[in-house]
């Protein structure tokens, strides 16, 4: 079916109790491995870039390749603008057809953020719109920072203020791999969910225990990110296809398996997720 808006689903996962996986492609092969598992597992699926991706290749490319393998397949699949950096390009993405938005205005102070957010409300009509507050430690794209947590009384305000569709809310995840176990704030987690009505988005999936994922899940979170975890899956895969056969020449042979490495990892997500037959 043709890409739908992220709102449905999100909304439909809050009031089920489960997670939306979101998971970050930088290729071909890697948004055929999403979509193979979101079909394999039944389960409805938001496909993301970054900023940083989208100077590696346009949003028009990346639109119409999972436009095109979303119109194969029978499932409620979302094209999303991950951490967005600028109006510019939100703008960019949705001439393209992307069908879901974050702007990320999180490292600036709380009332920049609203005005950014709110403009880019207006900039998207129809399409749903991701905003940030509170920062998460670890690198995005070129942003470097520490954990600045996300205060319950300022979310709701941010929310009501900015009209946003979701929250990403920082409670302790970061971004790329963790030094150490990561340290959830459950209890920030529960309080935010207790005034703010929009679905809550968990940056940083990658590394945190399943338990305390669950936990998340249990406790209000409708989306989870994944970016680092099918980085390491996909190219994992390539070097040890290389190794294996060190004089093939056909990039068919070798990206094949970080594909299929993908898809395997993108099953578990979403087994995780809960979100397995919910399309
Ligand atoms: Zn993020």
Redesign the pocket.
């Known amino acids: 079916m043709p890409l739908v808006t992220s709102k449905e689903m999100l909304l439909k996962a809050q009031a089920g109790g489960y997670a939306v996986g979101a998971f970050n492609v930088e290729n071909m092969e890697m948004a055929q491995a999403v979509l193979a598992a979101a079909q394999r597992m039944g389960a409805p699926v938001m496909v993301q870039t970054t900023t940083g991706t989208l100077k590696y290749a346009p949003p028009g490319l990346y639109a119409a390749m999972v436009g095109a393998l979303a119109g194969q397949a029978a499932l409620p699949v979302a094209m999303h603008l ?2 967005g950096s600028s109006l510019e390009l939100a703008q960019r993405c949705l001439d393209a057809g992307y069908t879901s938005l974050m702007i990320d205005g999180s490292l600036l102070a709380f009332d920049a953020n609203v005005a950014l957010t709110r403009q880019a409300v207006t900039l998207a009509r129809a399409v749903p719109v991701e905003g940030e507050l509170g920062t ?1 430690g670890g690198k ?1 794209d070129a942003l470097e920072g520490s954990t600045l947590y996300t205060q319950a009384a300022e979310a709701e305000a941010f929310v009501r203020l900015t009209g946003v569709s979701s929250l ?1 809310v920082s409670i302790g995840s970061a ?1 790329g791999l963790y030094k150490g176990e990561p340290r959830i704030d459950l209890d920030r987690l529960e309080e935010i969910r207790g005034r703010v009505s929009v679905p809550l988005v968990l ?2 999936g990658t590394g945190i225990p399943e338990e305390t994922i669950k936990a998340c899940i249990a406790r209000g979170i409708s989306k989870i ?1 994944f ?1 680092t975890d099918l980085r390491i899956a996909f190219t994992g895969a390539v070097k040890a296809a290389m190794r294996d056969k060190p004089d093939a020449f056909d990039p068919k042979a070798y990206l094949s398996a970080g594909r299929a490495a993908v898809e395997a990892r993108v099953c578990q997500l979403i087994a995780l997720c809960g979100c397995e037959g919910k399309a």
Do not use: K, P, Q, S
């Open positions: 991950d951490h998460l995005e990403a971004h940056h940083g990110n970016a």
